[in-house]
């Protein structure tokens, strides 16, 4: 059996990040349901629901919780995509187009805002900051990787 998912290090350390500095609050509404596959078998859905800049971002895995902190109505994107793809996204090493182009994200909604997404995490500087935490965390995660084979 598998340990943790890569993602189930990375969501919650992006969460902390937010909630430490607000100016990092991204100007994007949206309600991005992520689907984090292992071999191509669902394995986590995370909540990422984004209301602007002045409303906290919440990053859970708990739908009841993101849909109970929807403070209006906002779009809702559903994106799936391999564990080591996020991790490959979020540090900058696939993005977001090319992964949608070859088949190794899906998107169902709106596309431009599922782009946006991307976005966020440039703007905020989450890939050096996604970086530095795999740096601190590097043994964790190694252990990660090779538990896929």
Known sequence: MSGPLISDLMLPEL???LLEDPELWPNVKGLFIITVA???KPAAVWYLLLQGT???PVIT???KKARAAAKTKVKVVKIQIEDSD???FITGGLTGVKAYMVGRIKVRGDLLLAQKLEEVFEKAGGRDRALEFIKKNEKLLVSQKSSKF
């Open 15 to 17: 969460e902390r990040q």
């Open 86 to 88: 996020l991790l490959n």
């Open 38 to 40: 292992k071999r191509r």
């Open 61 to 63: 895995s708990d739908e």
């Open 54 to 56: 002045d409303i906290q």
